[in-house]
Structures are given as structure tokens and as C-alpha cells.
């Protein structure tokens, strides 16, 4: 036992192993702070550093993406020929007749111009147009760099060159990317063209800047306004279903091959509008559905399927628009050959999709709800009732 007062003498091993593992521990704090910089609270001057631009209440009305994949033009709503020219072979029911189905042609969505034209991924268009219109850095990483001095980030021949404008404003916004930060997932250098700032820019929006144009089109082909829906034509594999909205009800009244079977509950039409929104295209086949010797290649010309979705008709509207979808041909890489009438575009359906739709879906919507049992006789009996003015059901 050691005597009072005394110390125990450390073995020098130990006091450099010691040593080490605290110089160890500090390293990664100073790795865990710098790597998690961006999460601390940032002083309002540190918050000002970041901002590269700021359009204020302006709204970004079109952006254009010049690097590897060429020239690429987006702004908002589809060009006005594909709505607007009755000689249109689809989609030529009117701009206002595309607000009220609120689909792939709507003046709401963002749409690639150049090349194209082609609606663009809405998840890509948030991106794009809510990190450009306020455009903000992860940090900004030096000043006064020209010359030289910007090859060290890839500035001194920008692999990206965007050109952002905005409405009410004359002035464009330029913003150049370089190279990637070297740390994995740190994002990308870029700068605002013609000024000496280099900032390090969010992965989230320079990896959509930098996607080729087939990445950023739209693959949930189908979007509609569910509640703007009247009437649903639906003919598969032979069978035809009709549904028709109910005034005041949460049910449709339903026919089966030209016989009137009943109502179907509104919640079994909200599986179809699920299902419909979850299609996605596995490929993008062709561009050229307008022409009929290439609907006739996938099986388009004489569909094995067809939705079609009549709506509501907006005011000043004549007779309500609606959506027509095709399912043709069985596909080499599976699932089946997809149109509609909004666009010459043949999609090739996830078979995923279609498995859900005809395994799930189909089988409960050709049952009806209510009076599933009526014959012809029934049918004339409802129909007799009817016209006595008897109390219809939901």
C-alpha cells in the first residue's frame, strides 16, 4: 500500500496511450462539429452570408439548365398549342378545360420546353423553382476569388450554367456550378456569375441541376382533380363498368355491360383514384402516339383496356372535359404499353401497378355495393319507382 501522501507514479505507456486517445476523442468532436455545421443556429450575419440571391415576392417564370445534356427549358404550364388548337389530336379540350382536370396539361404544373415538350417530375419542379427563387448556401467559402483562383473549385469552366428569371423583373439571376465538394454528400461549389463569392450549394438542389432531361420528366402520368370526377367509364378485358356520381350521396349509381346493377360505394371509386395516381412509368417508349401506326405497334389502336373520367364542367364551360386513359399491349420487359389523351406520349406501366389495379382494385368495383342481386325485372321496378318519384338511396 502506498505510503500518505504519496502519488502513484504512472507508467509512461500508459500516459502516451492516454494521450493519444484524447487527441483522438478532440479530432472527431472537431470532425463532428465542422460535419454538422449546418445544423447549429446561424447568427443573422452568418444567415445573410448564405444567401446567394433573393427575388422576394417575385415567382420564378422560367429556368434555363445549359451543361452536359444540353440546353434545358422549364417554365410554368404546357405551350399553348398542346390545349388551346381544336386540330390538336390530343389534349385540344381548351386551358380551361386542363385547370379542371387538373392533370399533366394543367397551367399549375412546370413543363420542360426544351427538349420536349414534357411534363416535369412535380417532386424535381418544388426543388427547382423553391431553391432558386430564394437561392441559399450551405456556407459560403471565400471571397474575392477570380482569376486563377476559381480553378480550385471547378469555377474557371462551369460544368452548370443556370439562368433563372423572374416575373416583374428584367434582370436575369446566373448561377454557375463547379466542382463537387470533396467530402461525400457535401454538396457543390458554385457562384453567382460575375461575382468574386464561392459558396457551397445543398445536394438536394445541384443533383436535380445536373439531371439529364429523360430523369427530371414526369412519371405518375395519371394526376386528376378526384372531387371534380361525374362519371367513369371503365371497359377491361371485355367487361364495361359505369359509374355515375350521385347528387348529395356517397355513392354512384353502377352498370355492368349496359344493365343497371345498383350503386358502388364512394369509398371502392377512391381506390381507383389511388390506384390510378400510383401508376408510374417504368420506360418512357415513344412520342409519337399521335401517329396511328405507332398506337398500332403497342396495341393502342384497339385497347385491352380503358378509363375514361368525364368531370365536372368549370363555369362558361359548355359540356364538362374529360381524361381518357389507354392500356395496350403486353410489354417484352413486362406490365403493358400506356396513353392518354393529354399527350403523344406511350408509357410502358410499372407492372407492379397494373398487378395491383387488376388483382385488388377491378374485382371490387365489378361488385356493387347495393343491389347486387337485380335482374332485368329490377331493373324496371327501380326504374318504375323512379318515375313515381319513390325516395332513392344513397
Do not use: C
Not at 492516454?18 to 444567415?47: H, I, M, N
Not at 427547382?128 to 480553378?151: F, H, I, N, S, Y
Not at 365536372?312 to 372535359?321: D, E, F, R, S, V
Amino acid at each position: 500500500m502506498s505510503a500518505p501522501g504519496r502519488r502513484r507514479r504512472r507508467n509512461p505507456a500508459s500516459q502516451a496511450f492516454l494521450g493519444l486517445f484524447l487527441l483522438l476523442v478532440a479530432a472527431g468532436l472537431a470532425v463532428y462539429a465542422w460535419a454538422t455545421r449546418g445544423d447549429q443556429p446561424q447568427s443573422e450575419d452568418e444567415a445573410t452570408d448564405t444567401v446567394v440571391w433573393d427575388a422576394g415576392d417575385a415567382t420564378v417564370r422560367e429556368i434555363v439548365i445549359e451543361g452536359e445534356h444540353g440546353r434545358i427549358v422549364l417554365r410554368p404550364g404546357p405551350p399553348p398549342e398542346l390545349v388551346a388548337s381544336p386540330d390538336a389530336p390530343f389534349g385540344g379540350q381548351g386551358p380551361m378545360a386542363a385547370d379542371t382536370i387538373g392533370g399533366l396539361l394543367s397551367s399549375r404544373r412546370w413543363w420542360m420546353h426544351e427538349p420536349g415538350p414534357y411534363p416535369l417530375a412535380e417532386e424535381y419542379a418544388t426543388t427547382l423553382v423553391d431553391g432558386l427563387r430564394r437561392l441559399t448556401a450551405q456556407r459560403r467559402v471565400a471571397e474575392g476569388v477570380t482569376g486563377q483562383a476559381l480553378e480550385q473549385y471547378g469555377l474557371h469552366r462551369p460544368t452548370v450554367r443556370v439562368t433563372v428569371r423572374f416575373t416583374g423583373q428584367d434582370e436575369a439571376r446566373v448561377l454557375e456550378l463547379g466542382a463537387e465538394s470533396p467530402v461525400t454528400g457535401g454538396g457543390t461549389y458554385g457562384r453567382r456569375a460575375g461575382q468574386d463569392a464561392v459558396y457551397l450549394l445543398s445536394p438536394g438542389l445541384t443533383d436535380t441541376l445536373k439531371m439529364a432531361p429523360d430523369a427530371l420528366r414526369e412519371t405518375m402520368f395519371v394526376p386528376f382533380e378526384d372531387d371534380r370526377v361525374q362519371r367513369v367509364e371503365l371497359e377491361w378485358d371485355g367487361a364495361r363498368l359505369v359509374f355515375v356520381r350521385q347528387e348529395g350521396g356517397t355513392s354512384w349509381s353502377m352498370e355492368r355491360d349496359g344493365r343497371r346493377v345498383g350503386t358502388q360505394d364512394d369509398s371502392q371509386l377512391s381506390e381507383l383514384w389511388f390506384a390510378l395516381h400510383q401508376w408510374r412509368a417504368a420506360d418512357f417508349v415513344s412520342d409519337q402516339g399521335d401517329e396511328l401506326a405507332v398506337r398500332a405497334r403497342h396495341g393502342l389502336d384497339a385497347p385491352y383496356g380503358r378509363i375514361r373520367l368525364e368531370f365536372q364542367a368549370a363555369p362558361g364551360q359548355k359540356a364538362g372535359p374529360h381524361l381518357e386513359i389507354r392500356v395496350g399491349g403486353t410489354a417484352d420487359e413486362g406490365g403493358r404499353y400506356v396513353m392518354t389523351n393529354e399527350g403523344p406520349w406511350i408509357y410502358r406501366l410499372d407492372p407492379d401497378d397494373l398487378a395491383y389495379f387488376e388483382d385488388q382494385v377491378l374485382p371490387r368495383l365489378r361488385e356493387p355495393a347495393t343491389g347486387g342481386g337485380q335482374g332485368q325485372e329490377g331493373d324496371a321496378a327501380q326504374d318504375e319507382g323512379e318515375g313515381r318519384g319513390a325516395p332513392q338511396g344513397d
